[in-house]
């Protein structure tokens, strides 16, 4: 990956960072913050996003995310940075509808916003997504069957929640597709548990023993992979179900390595930060009109625009074959 070296390096470098930075600035400089769902690898990645595409746009990056995934508490973390001042917002909402209201309040004092994970996220400038969300909660369940063997039988879903916007488009895309296309499955149900380790493990283990003929579980949460991972690897469960879905290379590796979860495909959080950060860089220098349908960007290419929606189409498959290639 282009910019994983860098990347590295900026992970030490700013591994300590937050609002109390904002006063440091000098008069003239720009802060941009960056706001995650919960303090996990898949946003510490985010997180260096952030601070690399500060760096790349001379402006200044703080980052903060909350220690459990809680609507209430990161629209306070959105709130909080507001009144410190800052020119722009970089979030990946855990919930849209309640950051509509602090969204509105930034752009009423002049505050960008930039959200990630959030198509048509209301009072938002603009969103970014690096997947395109039917044609990526498709690919999700082709490979999930594929892995399968085609397998008949139940499967279930976990989501961050049932209001995180991507997740359940995911989801749904998923549903429908399996509906069409595999109906030798059959969904128990959608868990909104993928953003706690322990839960996502345990509820894993409780399906097996009530479902015997589960196939597996598509996880779109950053912690159910390598929770599910962690309980099948404790009761030597190797093979008992397919599992696919979102987390983070390194902190799934060993459990693909030994055959515990079979697949991840996901995107880089990191590389959706930097653009996070080019679009708002972009707005603060008057540039606003040339975000349009016909832009692009240099490494990124041009998006598809639905709404206030950019979307670059560039999902990652990683397998224990691969796994080693990706340092996040």
Not at 182 to 197: A, T, V
Request: hydrophobic share 40%; charged share 25%; with cysteine.
């Amino acid at each position: 990956m282009k910019i994983k070296t860098l990347l590295s390096a900026l992970a030490v470098g700013f591994t300590i960072c937050s609002t109390a930075a904002i006063s440091e600035a000098s008069a003239d400089e720009l802060t941009f913050a960056g706001v995650g769902k919960v303090n996990t690898p898949w946003f510490v990645r985010h997180k260096q996003g952030v601070m690399l595409g500060a760096e790349e746009n001379n402006v200044k990056g703080v980052y903060k995310a909350a220690p459990i995934a809680s609507h209430k508490k990161q629209a306070e973390i959105v709130n909080d940075f507001i009144k410190d001042g800052v020119n722009a917002l970089l979030v990946v909402p855990n919930d849209a509808q309640s950051l509509e209201k602090p969204f509105l309040a930034a752009k009423k004092n002049g505050i960008t916003v930039i959200t990630h994970e959030s198509p048509k996220q209301v009072n938002a400038d603009f969103d970014v997504e690096l997947i395109e969300n039917d044609k990526f909660g498709i690919l999700l369940m082709d490979e999930f069957v594929k892995l399968s063997k085609g397998k008949k039988g139940t499967y279930a879903i976990y989501v961050g929640s049932l209001t995180v916007p991507a997740h359940n488009l995911w989801a749904k895309a998923a549903i429908q597709h399996q509906k069409e296309k595999y109906p030798q499955l059959e969904l128990i149900d959608i868990l909104p548990i993928s953003e706690n380790r322990g839960v996502s493990g345990k509820t894993a283990l409780s399906l097996i023993k009530k479902h015997p003929d589960l196939v597996g579980i598509i996880t779109l949460g950053s912690e159910g992979a390598p929770g599910i991972g962690k309980s099948l690897q404790h009761k030597k469960l190797k093979d008992a179900i397919t599992v696919v879905g979102v987390a983070t290379p390194n902190d799934t590796k060993e459990y693909l390595k030994e055959d515990y979860v079979q697949e991840l495909i996901l995107w880089d959080p990191a590389q959706a930060a930097r653009v996070q950060t080019i679009l708002a860089k972009m707005i603060a220098d008057g540039r606003r009109d040339e975000i349009k349908p016909g832009f692009s960007l240099s490494e990124f290419g041009a998006p598809r625009f639905d709404g206030n929606t950019l979307i670059f189409d560039d999902p990652l498959i990683v397998t224990k074959d691969n796994v080693d290639n990706y340092d996040f």
